[in-house]
């Protein structure tokens, strides 16, 4: 279809509806103070737009709803399972996949296996659960994103891209001590900013001097193919499925969570081509997760992620996707609102430390900003900064690269109207951000803070 109007509308109608629950601004006060300033630890009822996550929070289709109906629930050889495995295999051809309940379910199981003490794992950037599980082990996590992608108003077409150079004197110097080298497509914690097909390309050919496995992170590859299709030369003209599957030709396995760009609300999986390793991983996974044909999942489940992965790479949902997400940065933008430009596939970050400078990082920017948008207009995001990666495993404590705020955009799931309404609420929160003031730890757990820790205003 050639596009000769400028509005992008969804391709898809609503069939049916969920109510929300207004709620006053004294109302959220309450409610966030109760929740300890953590807004993971708000009740969902009394948030109004929720963009905390993308993950497990999308709308599924029709179809996906009629595929549940032919889940087999059958202990070990489900004809789900087996709809399963064909879905996946179409796009992501590795030899083994072993199914998990989520995606953080995949990297425990593969780090308990190829971690440990003295191991050092690099990403372009770990995500939370990828470096906890990591650090779990007692190796060591390790980001090697290039210099642009940590400039939120720098743009580059792939700000997600791994720095090749740092990746190859990392492995000249340490190789013996590097199981697996991982880019993570899209990059999330470096503001949801694609990888290009050269980038990993480079990075397969690296791994191959030095005989270092390399895994895709590739929960959002929907996204980042369709980035590549848009901006790297040569692809224009490719389908997303093929883009795809160019990309993950370069790896030797992948984690996946299903609650991204699958389209479900639940799942994930980890594949590989290496024998030896899957045996390992499918004892794992039977000893925590369940039998190799179900791994944790329903077959249910099952039949919803397969019918998922067909819908996910349609251009025309992801035409709609990308340019809803562009929607709102490109509002926020023109308001003056300091934002990781270019825009992100799944999320707006906005950046915190640059709204609100007399906020020292170590007061937490981030978190302020959130607890603002939360109380001003019900608008639930995360904090993508100093309290989610500002402690290390020794206890210190140092500032984040950056101090950002998530606002992640569930898929098939909020109208336009919806972001406008975020829109205005971001914009008369950044136009008193002096106003805010920092907030202090109270009370946190070792590891994963950002879940459960409580705060108080400084």
Do not use: N, P, W
């Given at each position: 279809m050639t596009q000769r109007f400028k509005t992008i509308i969804e391709p898809f109608r609503?069939?049916?509806?969920?109510p929300l629950r207004m709620t006053t601004e004294d109302e959220r006060g309450g409610?966030?103070?109760d929740a300890g300033y953590n807004l993971f630890a708000l009740r969902a009822e009394d948030v109004l737009i929720d963009l905390l996550t993308d993950s497990g929070t999308g709308a599924m289709s029709r179809d996906q709803w009629a595929a549940i109906q032919h889940g087999d629930e059958s202990y070990a050889g489900s004809p789900s399972w087996f709809r399963f495995l064909e879905a996946v295999q179409e796009l992501f051809p590795f030899r083994h996949v072993i199914p998990t309940h989520q995606g953080r379910a995949a990297e425990r199981i593969l780090f308990s296996v190829i971690a440990g003490p003295g191991k050092v794992i690099p990403n372009n950037t770990h995500f939370d659960t990828t470096r906890a599980n990591i650090e779990a082990t007692g190796a060591e996590a390790m980001d090697l994103l290039i210099p642009e992608g940590r400039e939120p108003r720098t743009m580059h077409p792939f700000k997600g891209n791994m720095d090749v150079g740092a990746l190859e004197q990392l492995l000249a110097e340490r190789a013996g001590d590097v199981p697996v080298v991982f880019v993570t497509v899209t990059n999330n914690s470096?503001?949801?900013?694609p990888v290009s097909i050269a980038n990993v390309r480079a990075v397969r050919a690296i791994c191959d001097r030095f005989h270092v496995p390399f895994?895709?992170?590739?929960?959002?590859f929907a996204e980042n193919a369709w980035f590549i299709r848009m901006r790297e030369p040569g692809y224009a003209d490719k389908s997303v499925a093929d883009i795809v599957r160019e990309m993950v030709s370069y790896a030797d396995?992948?984690?996946?969570?299903?609650?991204?760009d699958p389209l479900a609300n639940i799942g994930g999986w980890l594949a590989m081509n290496d024998d030896a390793l899957a045996e390992r991983c499918r004892n794992m996974l039977i000893l925590t997760e369940g039998f190799p044909t179900y791994g944790g999942l329903a077959g249910r489940d099952l039949e919803a992620i397969a019918q998922g992965l067909h819908e996910a790479v349609e251009h025309d949902y992801l035409r709609y996707r990308i340019r809803s997400t562009e929607y709102l940065a490109d509002a926020l933008d023109r308001a003056g609102v300091p934002i990781v430009k270019p825009a992100g596939g799944h999320a707006v970050y906005l950046d915190?430390?640059?709204?609100?400078p007399h906020v020292p990082p170590l007061q937490y920017p981030g978190q302020s900003l959130a607890i603002?948008?939360?109380e001003a207009g019900g608008i639930r995001g995360v904090e993508i900064g100093t309290v989610m990666f500002g402690r290390y495993p020794d206890g210190s404590e140092m500032p984040a690269p950056m101090d950002l705020v998530r606002l992640a955009i569930p898929r098939r799931t909020y109208t336009q109207s919806h972001i406008d309404y975020v829109i205005e609420v971001v914009t008369a929160v950044a136009a008193n951000a002096r106003e805010l003031r920092g907030y202090r730890i109270v009370d946190e757990p070792p590891q994963l803070r950002h879940f459960t820790a409580r705060f108080a205003p400084c």
């Open positions: 609503i069939h049916s509806v969920e409610k966030i103070r470096g503001g949801g900013q895994f895709l992170d590739a929960c959002r396995g992948m984690t996946m969570s299903a609650k991204k915190a430390r640059a709204l609100l603002a948008l939360y």
